[in-house]
Nanobody
Framework: QVQLVESGGGLVQAGGSLRLSCAAS????????MGWYRQAPGKQRELVAV???????NYADSMKGRFTISRDNAKNTVYLQMNSLKPEDTAVYYC????????????????WGQGTQVTVSS
């Protein structure tokens, strides 16, 4: 069974930094796409940053220059370094990945983590 486990959220003052981690586990054959989304109270879930199937990165415009996505392929882990945080960055941050595993007969499935809360105080 594939699982995505996030960590690293918390409370930080405006202008501060946090680093989120997301580790995928299970009988994984391949990860096609992996990245981060967020959902603030009363708002729709939105893209933060993602590694595409081609290995490139996409960022939401409001995060460019402040957030950096990186990964460790050997550990099936993706990171999100968040700098210059603003109160409007407050949200639950979710890891998302498209993964092929033995539990899905090696077909690609879409998986979500449980989310980690990031709160930025002014």
């Amino acid at each position: 069974q594939v699982q995505l486990v996030e960590s690293g959220g918390g409370l930080v003052q405006a202008g501060g930094s946090l680093r989120l981690s997301c580790a995928a586990s299970g009988n994984i054959r391949n990860i096609n796409r992996m990245g981060w989304y967020r959902q603030a109270p009363g708002k729709q879930r939105e893209l933060v940053a993602v590694y595409t199937s081609g290995g490139t990165t996409n960022y939401a415009d409001s995060m460019k220059g402040r957030f950096t996505i990186s990964r460790d392929n050997a550990k099936n882990t993706v990171y999100l370094q968040m700098n210059s945080l603003k109160p409007e960055d407050t949200a639950v941050y979710y890891c998302n990945a498209e993964i092929s595993s033995s539990s899905s007969n090696y077909r690609y499935g879409d998986y979500w983590g449980q989310g980690t809360q990031v709160t930025v105080s002014s």
